[in-house]
């Protein structure tokens, strides 16, 4: 049987995607969370592997030890520099995917996805200037926290990969209150007293948190259609 391996960050990203595997176990192998399930005939293992370079390592390394996946899909959200990738949109990051473009693309026939650079970058890209720079400097069209690293682990072992991103947040739909409110890397997760204080502080923006909520969760549901439609068509 087929074996495909699919990470994300968070939970926040993966629980639609987990919702649709069939026969869904989930273990822990070299101190890492593994959710296994089925596709049709594809057997899949799902890993987070947490936000940043640091964890994001980490957990590959421990994912990879002792195993051989025949294909593994990068999912999760990403950022756009630019205003040519909106919300919603699919990036397919062609500089770290070495699955052949126009294969993947025929998989989600009634889909557009974007093959465009992607940049992996070490924090939460905020004001609009600062992704115009970045894009200026790169020439990418969208950013994330960990493809590089997945890319890197991918090449050592010889394990094709595809990176697939649904697009969250563009230069004129911006996240709804600072980076670090949102979410702090170092512990993982968003501290919920000092986001509730910010909002306090700031009612004005409660509306926009609540229209960034709602992304994200349409961001979910697009994302889980695109993976479920890739693994049930590769060609491997």
Not at 168 to 182: C, E, G, K, R, S
Not at 220 to 226: F, T, V
């Amino acid at each position: 049987m087929t074996t495909i391996a699919v990470t994300f960050a968070l939970p926040a990203e993966s629980s639609e995607f987990l919702r649709r595997l069939g026969g869904k176990s989930r273990t822990d192998r070299n101190g890492i969370s593994i959710f296994r399930g089925t596709i049709g005939d594809r057997s899949l293992e799902v890993i987070h592997t947490g936000v940043g370079e640091k964890i994001c390592r980490e957990r590959i390394a421990k994912f990879f030890e002792d195993q051989q996946f025949d294909f593994l899909i990068s999912a999760g959200f990403a950022g756009s520099l630019n205003n040519e990738l909106q919300v919603n949109d699919l990036l397919l990051a062609k500089n770290f995917s070495t699955l052949d473009l126009k294969h993947a693309q025929s998989s989600l026939p009634n889909v557009s996805i974007y093959a465009a650079k992607m940049l992996t970058v070490p924090a939460l890209i905020d004001s609009s200037g600062e992704r115009e720079r970045i894009a200026r400097k790169s020439g990418a069209s969208a950013v994330d926290m960990e493809t590089e690293f997945i890319a890197r682990a991918c090449a050592k072992h010889g394990i094709p990969l595809l990176s697939l991103r649904v697009i969250t947040d563009t230069p004129i739909q911006p996240f709804p209150a600072p980076p670090n409110v949102l979410f702090d890397i170092n512990q993982q997760r968003t501290q919920l007293l000092k986001l509730l204080t910010f909002f306090l502080k700031h009612p004005i923006w409660v509306p926009r948190l609540i229209q960034f909520a709602g992304r994200i969760g349409h961001a979910r549901k697009i994302l889980a259609s695109a993976v479920v439609a890739v693994v049930r068509s590769i060609e491997l």
